[in-house]
């Protein structure tokens, strides 16, 4: 098959998903390097890369290789979270940024439902418990102290995954109150101007914010205080928003009742004191991983950058380079 733009040089550094790699290679002169990594750019890339698709979280893409691609247009990242991408340096220099946003969101706010109950009702422990045999000869696993049944559920970050996760609470007959920055209009779910506030009138708290500096270890011992000792904390989002160590302590001393996470701060380790933890469920960041769905992530990053490059159009732009005209 002929290649749509084989004249423009889209860099993949470092892992990408196959299907993003092979369709990114199927439209443009893709180029390959190890690792996001400046000191790997020849001056030929330098001066050729108008492209870059990377897999965002995986491969952080800051200032420094964005400023070593004077002719670079767009950075078309996989993920809906491109906190790992330096999207407002980008949009300094002109450069287009776009995720995978919606594609995912039901992926993900199924995961969350799923780790929720498995932190509440201990289903993963439980089962442990038949598969060492313990059911035919200790008998019953014992009641779980904790139950979705009258739970006040808070969410932070009411956005497009937030939203997901809502609906399907509703369906289990659980309230639904949240906290952004600024409450969603037309929403009748009740709002808290305050993570705080909102830690204290809920018992469950299910967080699904960006990561990034503004979200920096928000989630931290005063939170945990205020969600109390029926608390369920459960983390889809991003680890940087938790003080880990203030979690653990948490979990250790009672404070909250269990934890359930996807993400954690450094992934892929995860504290030791976490995983001793017997009230912590632990997932390895599996939120959107399915193969349709991470097909459908991959198909993004390649529409994108075909869009921009046959129409100057852009399918997915972050909001820090919705102002950026197309470069001539
Ligand atoms: P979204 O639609 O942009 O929603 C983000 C929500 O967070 C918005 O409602 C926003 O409202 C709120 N928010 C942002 N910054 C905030 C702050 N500083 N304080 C309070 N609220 C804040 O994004 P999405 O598609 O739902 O995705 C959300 C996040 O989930 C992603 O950024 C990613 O980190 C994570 N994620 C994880 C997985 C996984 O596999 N575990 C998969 C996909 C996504 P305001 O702007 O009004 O504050
Ligand atoms: C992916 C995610 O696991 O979209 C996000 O923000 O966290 C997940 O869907 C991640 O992007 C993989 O690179």
């Given at each position: 098959m002929n290649q749509l733009h084989p004249s423009v040089t889209v860099l993949v550094p470092g892992r990408l998903h196959e299907r993003a790699v092979t369709r990114v290679d199927g439209a443009f002169n893709m180029v390959r390097i190890d690792?996001?990594?400046?000191?790997?750019?020849t001056p030929e890339l330098r001066r050729d890369v108008r492209g870059v698709a990377a897999s965002g979280f995986l491969e952080p893409l800051d200032a420094a290789f964005i400023d070593a691609l004077p002719n670079l247009e767009i950075i078309a990242s996989f993920?809906?979270?491109?906190?790992?991408?330096d999207a407002a340096h980008a949009g300094t220099r002109g450069v287009m940024v776009t995720n995978t946003p919606d594609v995912l969101t039901e992926e993900v706010a199924d995961t969350a439902l799923g780790l929720l109950i498995n932190t509440v009702r201990e289903l993963p422990r439980a089962e442990a418990y038949l598969r060492a045999g313990r059911w035919a000869r200790e008998g019953n696993y014992p009641f779980t102290?904790?139950?979705?049944?009258?739970r006040r559920a808070g969410i932070f970050g009411m956005g497009r995954i937030g939203m997901a996760i809502a609906r399907r609470l509703e369906a289990f007959g659980i309230s639904i109150a949240y906290h952004n920055r600024r409450p969603v209009e037309g929403l009748a779910y009740e709002y808290y101007p305050s993570l705080e506030e909102l830690a204290g009138a809920v018992d469950t708290l299910i967080s699904v914010v960006p990561g990034g500096a503004a979200t920096e270890k928000v989630v931290n011992a005063k939170i945990f205080k205020a969600l109390g000792p029926d608390g369920v904390f459960i983390n889809i989002g991003r680890g940087s928003t938790v003080d880990e160590e203030a979690l653990v302590a948490a979990l250790r001393d009672g404070t909250i009742h269990a934890a359930g996470l996807?993400?954690?701060?450094d992934e892929p380790q995860v504290p030791q004191a976490l995983i001793d933890l017997p009230n912590a469920v632990l997932l390895p960041?599996?939120?959107?991983?399915s193969v349709h769905t991470r097909n459908a992530m991959a198909d993004l990053v390649a529409d994108n950058l075909i869009s921009w490059f046959s129409e100057r159009k852009l399918l997915t732009p972050v909001s820090e380079t919705a102002h950026v005209s197309a470069k001539p």
């Open positions: 690792r996001v990594d400046p000191a790997l750019l993920g809906v979270g491109y906190d790992a991408v102290p904790a139950t979705l049944r009258g996807d993400v954690f701060v960041h599996v939120g959107s991983a």
